[in-house]
């Protein structure tokens, strides 16, 4: 109740334009928020009895990370970022709507993505007030609650996973608590991605309702800002929907006879109007080989610039170039390659993210032989990999940085698998009991 009184304030108090409101009464709110939701999580979850405390020092470290995104921007790009076109927008669509003037049209000289942002930055500002460091705010809350959406679908899909290493992964690595903190596209691709992904670990399950309920609404937002990433979530929610087996609980060993069909027409049509829109956007005829690596060679030319540029050369697609990519992606630049501050500290994140993967191999491996069995993991390996192929092609360390934050939760439930519990529960399972009906078939 505090946090929404706190958050009522904010509203009440945005047409006066007192930024210093906002900027102690959002961070109470969400605090006071983590604290409340982590209670019912106790209740819930009983076997995540660490989950309520590491909720709210999550909420603390990306209102941290928001606020320090927002004087990175100020300092280093002097309000000229792409936050700050958002945050003009954002103020002059507030100014309009607050006086009953002419709104302009927010999708003026843009792609129809960057105008829905622009729109989108506006009714934040009508809301919460037109000030940029609360837009910081509010757009790192709703990717925290990406964050928190993916962690919820891994802990659903995966019964064997190791649940605090999964969580503090998603929630405290730099990438994800420092670049989709701002406002602008990456947040609001987090909170879809998020959103997508926890409706596909249900509909693996043969929820259907509840996985609709969850995967439209993400779907709508990434089809608004990105419809590529729609593309690559749709695609990679068909693998795992058609090459797993999809499973009504955890007793049941076959796929029912209506949910499998029904759901593969159904990932289908969405595939098909998921990929027609993503060509639309980048302009592209068809999704044939030749036409994916001109518009990947066109994408390099278009990132070439600034000062945390590299040269990536011509991109063709080989079996060879698409683990390359993957490692582009995920691990670069190197420390030998760094050009800036913040440049630095994400290639100490890089090695560190390497080792992690050396370190945790093995479970990575394990995801691997098991992806039949626990099928998001294939939604999980597909997302990565067409990552690794669609951004291999950006020749600018700084955007790459940004970039990589939406592929590293699906990578991280690859980590955070846990071999020793999957041995656990087989043995379980082995050690249970047949029903009457099975165990006289048996006999």
């Not at 002097?78 to 302009?104: C, E, Q």
């Not at 919460?128 to 891994?154: D, H, K, T, V």
């Not at 993400?218 to 795992?240: E, K, M, Y």
Request: hydrophobic residues 50%; charged residues 15%; contains cysteine.
């Amino acid at each position: 109740m505090l946090a929404g009184i706190c958050l009522v304030i904010v509203a009440a108090t945005s047409r006066v334009e007192a930024a210093a409101v906002g900027r102690l009464l959002i961070p109470a709110a969400a605090i006071l928020g983590a604290i409340a939701f982590g209670q019912v999580l106790s209740r819930r979850h009983p076997d995540e009895p660490w989950l309520p405390k590491l909720l709210v020092a999550a909420v603390v470290v990306k209102l941290l990370g928001s606020i320090l995104r927002f004087y990175a921007l100020v300092g280093a790009e002097g309000f000229h970022g792409d936050a700050s076109i958002y945050d003009k927008w954002g103020v002059n669509l507030f100014h309009a709507w607050t006086s009953g003037g002419a709104a302009p049209n927010p999708y003026t000289g843009a792609s129809a993505g960057t105008g829905w942002v622009r729109w989108f930055t506006g009714v934040v500002y009508f809301v919460f007030g037109p000030n940029m460091l609360n837009g910081f705010l509010i757009f790192g809350l709703l990717a925290l609650i990406g964050s928190y959406l993916w962690y919820r679908a891994a802990v659903e899909a995966v019964p064997f996973l190791n649940k605090r290493l999964c969580f503090l992964l998603m929630f405290f690595a730099p990438s994800i608590a420092f670049w989709p903190s701002s406002i602008g596209k990456e947040a609001l691709m987090q909170l879809g991605l998020g959103a997508v992904a926890l409706g596909t670990a249900r509909l693996l399950r043969q929820r259907v309702f509840q996985g609709i309920l969850f995967a439209l609404p993400g779907a709508w937002l990434l089809w608004n800002v990105r419809p590529h990433l729609l593309a690559f979530a749709t695609f990679a929610a068909g693998a795992a929907y058609v090459f797993g087996r999809v499973r009504r609980g955890r007793t049941t060993s076959e796929s029912t006879s209506l949910f499998k069909p029904v759901g593969m027409v159904i990932v289908a049509l969405l595939a098909f109007v998921a990929l027609s829109q993503a060509a639309e956007f980048l302009g592209m005829k068809d999704f044939s080989l030749s036409s994916i690596e001109q518009e990947l060679n066109q994408q390099t030319g278009r990132t070439a610039q600034g000062g945390s540029k590299v040269n990536t050369g011509k991109v063709s697609l080989t079996p060879l170039t698409v683990p390359q990519g993957v490692v582009k992606v995920l691990l670069r630049p190197f420390p030998w390659e760094v050009q800036s501050s913040l440049q630095i500290l994400a290639s100490l994140e890089s090695v560190a993210l390497g080792g992690l993967i050396l370190y945790r191999f093995r479970s990575i491996g394990f995801s691997l032989t098991r992806a039949r069995t626990t099928p998001f993991f294939i939604y999980c390996w597909t997302l990565v990999l067409l990552y690794g192929v669609a951004f291999s092609a950006v020749a600018n360390y700084g955007l790459l940085s940004r970039q990589r934050s939406l592929a590293l939760p699906a990578l991280y439930v690859l980590i955070a698998a846990e071999p020793a519990l999957a041995r656990a529960r087989d043995a379980e399972d082995r050690s249970k009991p047949l029903p009457p009906a099975v165990a006289g078939i048996a006999r």
